[in-house]
């Protein structure tokens, strides 16, 4: 059974410092890895796909890495900023069968980005 | 507007009560989700569905039931049988296939308590 964590489940910053959210899974048979942003009360928004087949993907300030081999993805923020305050989430997505689609999510990280 | 409608965004059920979440999509997306939401965790799948009339037992459906009539309508009935309902609900879809079809889009969910 695929298991998820992430750490450190809380994390408070300083504006403008640049930041790393990890992500580990047991089962290295994944499809893909998600990282998903919430804010309070809301649902989910997808940040960054990454494809089984590649390393990383970037958009704007946010890099997200894979290594399969060592089950483990980074988030990396760069010069943070306030409104980047949320739970962020990290999922994977097992390949085969009737599982096609399931995503497995871990705990979620906590940032506060404070002025 | 394209999206996910979940309803309420409040619920309170009675001891005894079957309470009914509502989730519609308008993407044309084949697959749906629900998901459970305690405060510190991650999401616990509860069911899915890939096509109308056919629907999968998550990690976590005990208590749970749903239907898939239609293609845009997925609702969740948390029944008496589920003896601590309070959590936050999140209803997703996908497209399933295709280089984005692991990419699931999130409902704004429903938080329900018990009285």
């Known amino acids: 059974k695929q298991e998820v964590t992430q750490i450190p489940a809380a994390l408070s910053v300083p504006e403008g410092e640049n930041l790393v959210l990890n992500c580990s899974f047991t089962?290295?048979?994944?499809?893909?890895l998600q990282w998903f942003r919430q804010d309070p009360g809301k649902g989910l928004t997808s940040l960054l796909l990454?494809?089984?087949?590649?390393r990383e993907q970037t958009s704007g300030r946010l890099n997200a890495s894979l290594d399969k081999s060592s089950g483990r993805s980074t988030l990396y923020i760069a010069a943070s900023q306030p409104g980047d305050s949320a739970t962020y989430l990290c999922?994977?997505?097992?390949?085969?069968?009737?599982?096609?689609?399931?995503?497995?999510f871990g705990q979620g990280t906590i940032l506060t980005v404070h002025p | 507007d394209g999206g996910i409608t979940q309803s309420p965004k409040y619920l309170f059920r009675k001891e005894g009560q079957n309470v009914t979440l509502s989730c519609e999509q308008n993407?044309?997306?084949?697959?749906m989700y629900w998901y459970r939401q305690d405060p510190g965790q991650g999401l616990r799948l509860i069911y899915y569905?890939?096509?109308?009339?056919?629907?999968q037992k998550g990690d976590i459906a005990e208590g749970y039931s749903v239907s898939r009539e239609k293609k845009e309508s997925f609702p969740l009935t948390v029944t008496s049988a589920q003896k601590n309902p309070t959590a936050f609900y999140l209803c997703?879809?996908?497209?399933?296939?295709?280089?984005?079809?692991?990419?699931?889009?999130f409902g704004a969910g429903t938080r329900l308590s018990v009285l």
């Open positions: 997703a879809s996908s497209k399933l296939m295709g280089p984005d079809g692991n990419i699931q889009y």
């Open positions: 089962d290295s048979a994944i499809y893909n």
């Open positions: 990454i494809q089984s087949s590649q």
């Open positions: 999922a994977v997505s097992n390949a085969g069968g009737t599982s096609y689609g399931k995503l497995t």
């Open positions: 993407l044309n997306h084949d697959a």
């Open positions: 569905s890939q096509i109308v009339n056919d629907f």
